[in-house]
């Protein structure tokens, strides 16, 4: 059974870092384009970054460029999502993605999705 679990989400203060993690289980990440989206309380899910299977080119929300940063280690077959520079309006529930595509996109058409982990920005 195909799964992804994201991990890492927790409580930060503004300007602090968490690192989000997305294990993938029942098929290799390698071939697939993966998403990181976010979801805040009454707002549309929204895409936050994004990588390609292809050749690992990377994509960012304007609202995250130079503060998040997306890898992939296809050897633990697990995607990250650094997050860095953290500020109150980043809180919420954040999705990792899968889609059998090479290049991947910043729009909610994935295939896959896991069960989102919880990220709360405060003092």
């Known amino acids: 059974q195909l799964q992804l679990v994201e991990s890492g989400g927790g409580l930060v203060q503004p300007g602090g870092s968490l690192r989000l993690s997305c294990a993938a289980s029942g098929f290799t990440l390698d071939y697939y384009a993966i998403g990181w989206f976010r979801q805040a309380p009454g707002k549309e899910r929204e895409g936050v970054s994004c990588?390609?299977?292809?050749?690992?080119?990377?994509y960012y929300a304007d609202s995250v460029k130079g503060r998040f940063t997306i890898s992939r280690d296809n050897a633990k077959n697990t995607v990250y999502l650094q997050m860095n520079s953290l500020k109150p309006e980043d809180t919420a529930v954040y999705y990792c993605?899968?889609?059998?595509?090479?290049?991947?996109?910043?729009?909610?058409?994935?295939?896959?999705w896991g069960q989102g982990t919880q990220v709360t920005v405060s003092s």
């Open positions: 990588i390609s299977s292809s050749d690992g080119s990377t």
């Open positions: 993605a899968a889609d059998l595509q090479t290049m991947c996109v910043m729009t909610p058409e994935y295939d896959y």
